[in-house]
T-cell receptor, first 114, second 112 residues
Framework: DVKVTQSSRYLVKRTGEKVFLECVQDMDHENMFWYRQDPGLGLRLIYFSYDVKMKEKGDIPEGYSVSREKKERFSLILESASTNQTSMYLC?????????????FGEGSRLTVL | KNQVEQSPQSLIILEGKNCTLQCNYTVSPFSNLRWYKQDTGRGPVSLTIMTFSENTKSNGRYTATLDADTKQSSLHITASQLSDSASYICVVSDNQGGKLIFGQGTELSVKP
């Protein structure tokens, strides 16, 4: 079974803190994604990566950065957390190509910024 | 603008009853349509993926239909169970950049 593991299920951080969200997948997938999910807005793509050290901005990249140093690991970084970044963050992975590869999600990381 | 609209926003049914969730999309060019189930506080899990040429696809008590001409899909749940209580998300992929467009989901609650 494909497994996408997110390091933290729940986090509480203070405004201005640097936040790291880690995601690891064990199926050798090329593509990895970070989404945020807010009530009434559905899932919105923050960043995705189609290969090691490659990254592409999604629909809402502002305030976020990502790192993919190894194929299995994709990290989301909030350089200076703000209250409007309180959300559920979902990591996903898929095979190529982007439009047909089945998407596998992690369990999510619920971040609260105070 | 590529959009995916789901209806209803929420639905309450009694255990054992059937229900149908709707998904309309304006994504073009179309690649495939997916239905996901998301339990509260968990990540979405894939139910079905349908391409242009597929009209119906089943996964146990879940049956998805696709009408590519009218750009509509439905997810039919037969003999609902309490464990079917979840959010159901429709996702459409385009055939150009491979972008996935997510619907806002339908919140289903199955009551005993």
């Amino acid at each position: 079974d494909v497994k996408v593991t997110q390091s933290s299920r729940y986090l509480v951080k203070r405004t201005g803190e640097k936040v790291f969200l880690e995601c690891v997948q064990d199926m050798d997938h090329e593509n990895m994604f970070w989404y945020r999910q807010d009530p009434g807005l559905g899932l919105r793509l923050i960043y995705f990566s189609y290969d090691v050290k490659m990254k592409e901005k999604g629909d809402i990249p502002e305030g976020y950065s990502v790192s993919r140093e190894k194929k299995e690991r994709f990290s989301l970084i909030l350089e200076s957390a703000s209250t409007n970044q309180t959300s559920m963050y979902l990591c996903a992975s898929s095979t190529r190509p982007l439009n047909t590869g089945e998407l596998f999600f992690g369990e999510g990381s619920r971040l609260t910024v105070l | 603008k590529n959009q995916v609209e789901q209806s209803p926003q929420s639905l309450i049914i009694l255990e054992g009853k059937n229900c149908t969730l709707q998904c309309n999309y304006t994504v073009s060019p179309f690649s495939n349509l997916r239905w996901y189930k998301q339990d509260t506080g968990r990540g979405p899990v894939s139910l079905t993926i349908m391409t242009f040429s597929e009209n119906t696809k089943s996964n146990g008590r879940y049956t998805a239909t696709l009408d590519a001409d009218t750009k509509q899909s439905s997810l039919h749940i037969t003999a609902s169970q309490l464990s079917d209580s979840a959010s159901y998300i429709c996702v459409v992929s385009d055939n150009q950049g491979g972008k996935l467009i997510f619907g806002q989901g339908t919140e289903l609650s199955v009551k005993p």
